[in-house]
């Protein structure tokens, strides 16, 4: 994935190209004191503030017609702390620069997304996860947070300082200030056995928990029109390492994934009649495969071809009847979907807005090609996951507002009662905030 754009006359568009906004200045600060100054100017022009890291969420979650703050120079490792096991970094790094200097420093994450041009900000904010059985999303790892609150002022807090902030704001939407470093728990660096190989549809379901249960990490992408998956299964190992060759690393991940990909979905976007066709070719083409290597570079991969996403939390046990009422509903309704589904999984963890707050959760996200229209597919999957108390991630297409919110977040007034005393005059607002959390 690449990076945000900005287009022409200052409009800011992001990586999926379904939102663009028209900010009235976008600023680059160099400091935490630079970005506080600007909160306190934006007030004092009566201008509301957004921050956006590379624009990777398909929701319109950092848009404004306020001050943008972009935190390109805002990056790099603040501390290593070995006795505590963290690591503080600034706000506006990307997870691909804290990764490689982790590695170099023998330590690692404990779980990761598959993406990783984010800004560490901008993933824990939007609650951005990857998959685990017992480890959970990026922000669960957090262990503290330095952010500038709405009347311009520095705020830092953990789970002895600031307890109640530092318990929402792991995953705060951008609603309770602006955060400026991150402080993550980390472990020394370890090898992870990656296995991955094609399984029916049929039997994944069948065998899920199963499959859940024996790995430490398990994922599966569905390929609609069809009934086969690609299976993921990674693993902790005493190696030795073996990572992916070169020209295999090129075959599968580059030329296949993304170069051939693209082609295809170009011709299947032209020509929707030939998407199954093409939907039971493409689930073939990857071959079983085993490789071991260091955490980052088994769990996140390149994603080159642009596409539109939603993707919802679902309670774990209702996996195996939403797949099986999005497959049917697919495959009655003439719709053509050349981009698999993903399903990964996540435990409960204890953060108010964590699509995972309060219980053991499954991930389905349904993808469309760019360009491609994609509402009448994803307004027939989010009915199916809404059904079951579905929880949209943040950053990614939904139509939910604060009502629903409130029903399926045991915690929201919680988040929503120390957004009121952070910010009461919503100089962090938008108008998905709005949407989401309510006025």
Known sequence: MGSTASGNNGTWRNWGGNVSARPARQVRPASVEELADQVRRAAQDGLRVKAVGTGHSFTSIAATDGVLIRPDLLTGIRDIDRSAMTVTVAAGTPLKVLNAALARAGLSLTNMGDIMEQTV?????????????????????VKGLELVTADGSVLTCSATENPDVFAAARIGLGALGIVTAVTFAVEPLFLLTAREEPMPLERVLAEFDELWAENEHFEFYWFPHTGNTNTKRNNRSAGPKAPVGRWAGFLEDEFLSNGVFEVVNRVGRAVPATVPAIARIASRALSARTYTDIPYKVFTSPRRVRFV??????????????????KATVDRSGLRVSFPVEVRTAPADDIPLSTASGRDSAYVAVHMFRGTPYHRYFTAAERIFTAHEGRPHWGKIHTRDAEYLAGVYPRFTEFTALRDRLDPERRFQNDYLRRVLGA
Not at 125 to 139: C, P
Not at 309 to 326: C, H, K, Q, S
């Open 121 to 141: 900000s901008g993933a824990i904010s939007t609650g951005t996860h990857g998959t685990g059985r017992d480890s959970g999303s990026i922000a669960a790892q």
């Open 309 to 326: 996403e939603m993707e919802y939390a679902i309670p774990r046990a209702a996996l195996r009847e939403v797949l099986r009422e999005l």
